[in-house]
Structure formats: structure tokens, C-alpha cells
């Protein structure tokens, strides 16, 4: 974001830089205490009957989102959930120690690999019988709350696809026609430099967000199956579809903002907006949150074009961010109650009508209330063949945090020398395992 989110891209709603390397490299840590501190709110509860929520959402609107998604619960069943609050970046950072000390009764996270990584040590509660009377959740939502063993950890809540950003003024003025393939998709960017845009906007200073250039470059050159299994590290980062991938980026190199690395997510969608660059490679979140509430109307974005016709574009980027029960949380009736209740399509209603940067996940969750963005984005995910989570989240996260951050904005900064490039991830890579064994 994001995960984050980020774990992917930043929250929705956020509006501070997030170190992303510091936020990858603390969900390695693996000994320590940590307080989660700051209570955001506490509802009002019978004794005993309170559940408390480890919260990453510390920005305003998805504070309020989850307020009111929360204050729904609270009324509907007599239940008060205490919300306790850490920002986005100190609860990354922290993710491991507070889980192997006093977490929280429900915590929010992300699914798919970074789920399935705290299920592996054993962190999480299995609720599989819970998902038994789920319903509305499609079977890829499924299989990314599945964890190793074929149990069920989490419970998704929303999402939101990653695409080519652009405002449609910009668009209309120049007579720019939204590009199909990666051969148009050069040729519109030849033509937006020769009009005196930057074509590309790109602030990577955080490590992340050129990562949904490079999954989207290698989902279209070679295609899902290929993708998933690089990422889970039975693929090689010599083999040549690899390398033909950073070729492909390399070639896009000129287009996009120079400096790139010393220049937050924040700029680079704020550039956009700005009408000073044409495209960004951004999840719906980060663009929303840095355009003009009188300027949103002007957003919109096109999927990332074709490379090769037998993958097309069937593939989409969208994070999802959902919640999962910690093995060492206390009040387990209640938090498996409320684990329900996030699960139905009223607590995704309730959210979504706050934070208009996501899309409910739940098929029968209501829409009528989404503004032509939202719909659009859910359209995009709805009709994927397939749905990846992000860079960062596909994979481990310390080959992530100390291999792929630093190896990335080394490209970005030098994109000559590919040979060297995926030879030292490579090297790299067999190192990590080499120590696991």
C-alpha cells in the first residue's frame, strides 16, 4: 500500500510517508514485548462482554469508517468493541512481537502470504468453522485466507485493484486515447514527453510502490501461474522471462520521473494531479487521497495493458485487508462474534460508505452507494481471471524487506546492468534459504 498497506501499500486514508523498509523488516522481528498504545474509542459494554481491536486504520476516514462499521455491531447486538490504535507504520513494524506477547482480541491485517506466515508460526487461531456459514466470499477470496495446512486464518473485508491512474482532463486535452497494449502504451508515453508531460509519475522513496509496476510487467509478460510461483520462490530470478521483465521496464525507464527514489508516493500523485505528469501504476487509495475532494470527478484509471496475448489482462493487483484471531487473545467468544459479523455484508456496506477508496469483497454487499470510481474499480476485480496481492505480500517478507526493496530502487536508479541485477537477488535469495535450513 497498501499494502499496503502496502504489508502492502499504506492504509487507506493515510496521508504520512511510510518507511517501508522499516515496515518489512519489523515483521521479522521475532523476540521483545511491544505496547500497542492509544485508544481510539471505547464503546460502551456490559462487564465482560467488551472485545478489544488491534487497529493499523490511523487516519481519518478509515478511523471513521470502522467507527461506523463498529457502531453497527454495538447496536445490532449490545456488543461495544474497544478499538485500540496504533499508526500504520509503528503496528507494521511491531506485528511479530505484539503477536508472541498481549495482543488484542482481533487484530487487522492482510491476506494471502503475510497471513499465512503468522499461521505457519502458529500465531493464529484456526476459523474454519466460522467460514462453514460465510457466505458471499468467492473461492480466490478463500484461498487467500487460507493458510498452509488448508485451514481458514482471516476474514476479508475490502480491497482495491491496482490500474494506471490518469485524469481524464489531461486525457481530453491532448486527445490521448487510453492504450490496449504495451506498444501503445510506449507510444502514448513518446507522445506525452513530446507534449511536455512527464509521462510517468513514480515516488518509490519507501521501497514499495514500484512494485506494482514490476508484478504488473510480469503478470502480462508471463502470465499468473509464473508470477505466484517466482514470488513463493520456486522460480529462478536468472530465468530469462525474469530478465525479459526488467528489459520491459527498462525501456519504460525514460518516461518516468527522474530521482525517483528520493521522491514519496505523496509527490508522485500529487504531480497528477497536478496535471504535471500523464500515468501513475498506484492502488486506488494513494491518487484518492492526494486529489482535491472538487477534482475527484476528474480521476479515473485504465487496466495495465497487454504484453502477451495468451495472458491479456486477466490478472489484477488488488490487496485485500481483512482480520484474523490471535492465538494468545483473550475474550475468544466475543472475538469469534465479531469475526462474524465483519464477515456479513452490512459491516462491508457500512465501511465502504465512509471510505470511498476501497470496494466491498463480499458479492452481496451493496454498491448503490459507490461513486463511479468504486464501481469501476469493483468491476475490475469482479471480472479478473486472476487476483494478486502485491509484491510484498506474495512473497516472504524478509526476502522482500532485504532483498527486493534495495534491488529495486538499485534499478530504478541504474537500470543498465539486468545481468547483475537478478543474478544478486538470485544469490541473495538462496542465501536466506540456505539459513532457514
Known amino acids: 500500500m497498501p499494502h499496503s498497506r502496502t504489508g502492502g501499500p499504506p492504509a487507506p486514508g493515510g496521508t504520512a510517508p511510510l518507511s517501508r523498509r522499516r515496515l518489512l523488516r519489523g515483521a521479522l522481528a521475532a523476540t521483545g514485548a511491544v505496547t500497542l498504545p492509544a485508544l481510539l474509542t471505547a464503546c460502551a459494554a456490559g462487564p465482560g462482554t467488551a472485545v478489544t481491536l488491534g487497529s493499523n486504520a490511523s487516519d481519518p476516514v478509515p478511523r471513521r469508517a470502522y467507527g461506523d462499521a463498529l457502531a453497527r455491531y454495538r447496536d445490532r447486538t449490545g456488543r461495544g468493541v474497544r478499538v ?28 494471502g502470504n503475510r497471513m499465512q506466515f503468522f499461521a505457519a508460526k502458529g500465531l493464529l487461531d484456526d476459523i474454519s468453522d466460522l467460514w462453514r456459514d460465510f457466505h458471499g466470499f468467492p473461492k480466490a477470496l478463500k484461498d487467500q485466507s487460507t493458510g498452509a495446512d488448508g485451514k481458514q486464518y482471516f476474514v476479508p473485508y475490502y480491497t482495491y485493484p491496482w490500474a494506471v491512474f490518469h485524469r481524464r482532463s489531461v486525457f481530453r486535452r491532448y486527445g490521448y486515447q487510453v492504450p490496449e497494449t504495451f506498444d501503445q502504451y510506449t507510444a502514448l508515453a513518446r507522445r506525452m514527453r513530446q507534449d511536455g508531460l512527464v509521462p510517468f509519475a ?61 521522491r514519496t508516493w505523496q509527490q508522485a500523485a500529487q504531480s497528477l494531479a497536478a496535471g504535471r505528469t500523464g500515468m501513475a501504476v498506484f ?9 482535491p475532494a472538487a477534482d475527484r470527478a476528474d480521476l479515473d484509471f485504465f487496466p495495465f495493458p497487454e504484453i502477451d496475448p495468451r495472458w491479456g489482462r486477466r490478472a489484477v493487483e488488488a490487496p485485500v485487508d481483512g482480520f484474523l484471531l490471535p492465538r494468545r487473545g483473550g475474550n475468544k467468544e466475543a472475538a469469534r462474534q465479531l469475526l462474524a459479523y465483519l464477515a456479513t455484508p452490512a459491516a462491508e456496506e457500512a465501511y465502504a460508505a465512509v471510505d470511498p477508496d ?16 468504486q ?63
Open 202 to 262: 513514480l515516488g518509490d522513496q519507501d521501497g514499495w510502490p514500484a512494485m506494482g509496476t514490476f508484478d504488473y510487467l510480469d503478470l502480462r509478460a508471463n502470465g499468473y501461474d509464473f508470477h505466484r510461483s517466482l514470488l513463493a520462490g520456486r522460480e529462478s530470478w536468472t530465468d530469462r522471462r525474469v530478465r525479459q521483465v526488467f528489459d520491459l521496464w527498462r525501456s519504460l525507464m525514460p518516461y518516468h520521473d527522474q530521482g525517483a527514489n528520493g
Open 358 to 373: 476501497t470496494v466491498a469483497v463480499n458479492s452481496v454487499a451493496a454498491t448503490g452507494h459507490y461513486n463511479a470510481l
Open 84 to 111: 485500540r490504535t496504533t499508526d500504520h507504520d509503528t503496528f507494521q513494524e511491531n506485528i511479530n512481537r505484539y503477536l508472541q506477547s498481549r495482543p488484542d482480541d482481533v487484530f487487522m491485517w492482510f491476506a
Open 283 to 291: 492502488g486506488l487509495p494513494h491518487p484518492g487521497q492526494q486529489f
Open 375 to 437: 464501481r469501476k474499480a469493483a468491476a475490475l476485480v469482479a471480472n479478473a481471471e486472476h487476483v494478486s496481492q502485491f509484491l510484498d505480500r506474495d512473497t516472504r517478507p524478509d526476502f522482500a524487506a532485504t532483498v527486493l526493496v534495495p534491488a529495486l530502487q538499485s534499478f530504478i536508479d541504474r537500470p543498465r546492468d539486468i545481468d547483475g541485477l537478478v543474478n544478486g537477488i538470485e544469490r541473495q535469495h538462496k542465501s536466506l534459504l540456505a539459513d532457514e535450513g
